[in-house]
């Protein structure tokens, strides 16, 4: 049976207060396929959906990590101090992260390292810009990003990523790509990562398309072969649209 992850990410949104009553809500839904769901939420709201998902088979994590397990960097969050929170999961790369907080595939592969070695699952995110896919450069630039985040990255570890096909003009802008062009790029991702890798690590791996995803699209994406999830934006934050998501993941079960 085809795996699922349908990931809500929150970026930069929800106070304490109403990240508790969207936790709360989510878990009254009762969902069959809950432990394919999770939450990416700001740092300051991860104690509180925690606890409130407690029990809920749903996945709660964070959006950012240093990959310095301490020391004088002020204003980051290390990966002992989300270890503490108990967190299933760790967007790494997002593209907001790579294009305004100076992250690149160095800190991007630093940061996987840092992660898979205590356990918490990294949601790696790679994508082209507009440029990138009029030039028709998308495959050669999503291939770079695929290499050089997972270089000394052993197997096992590499088979345990998420990775979220996330093109750069979908997201938040509404465009979402074509099931079609979705499939093709994760598709194409799984290729590259079978070629570093083997064919069992490629076939186990889990890869999500992301931008724009919503409930009028997410059944056609979320049926394509290749596409086993979606990290989701806008309208995640949103229990009804999350939800709407998450059924449409497990209809096609
Ligand atoms: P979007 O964001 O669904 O709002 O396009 C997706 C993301 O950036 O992860």
Request: net charge negative.
């Amino acid at each position: 049976m085809k795996r699922f992850l349908i990931a809500g990410n929150w970026k930069m949104n929800k106070l304490i207060k109403e990240a508790g009553e969207f936790a709360n809500e989510l878990k009254a839904k009762n969902f069959s396929n809950a432990d394919e769901v999770a939450v990416l939420v700001p740092f300051t709201t991860l104690c509180e959906v925690g606890s409130k998902l407690e029990g809920s088979g749903i996945g709660f994590g964070a959006q950012n990590v240093h990959f310095e397990k301490s020391g004088a960097f002020t204003g980051e969050i290390s990966v002992p101090m989300l270890e503490e929170i108990g967190v299933d999961y760790c967007i790494v790369g997002h593209s907001e992260r790579r294009e305004y907080f100076g992250e690149t595939d160095e800190t991007v592969n630093k940061k996987l390292k840092a992660l898979l070695a205590a356990g918490i699952t990294p949601i790696l995110c790679v994508g082209e810009s507009l440029e990138v896919r009029e030039g028709k450069g998308e495959q050669t630039f999503v291939a770079g990003q695929i290499i050089s985040d997972f270089a000394g990255i052993p197997r096992d570890d590499a088979a345990k990523v998420v990775i979220a096909y996330e093109p750069i003009w979908a997201i938040g802008t509404g465009k979402t790509a074509t099931p079609d062009q979705a499939e093709e790029m994760c598709a194409f991702i799984r290729g590259v990562f079978g070629g570093i890798y083997d064919n069992k690590a490629a076939d186990d791996i889990l890869i999500l398309y992301g931008g724009s995803m919503k409930p009028s699209n997410a059944a056609d994406l979320l049926a394509k072969n290749d596409i086993n999830g979606g990290l989701i934006g806008g309208a995640s934050l949103k229990v009804d649209d999350f939800a709407a998501i998450v059924d449409a993941a497990a209809q096609l079960k």
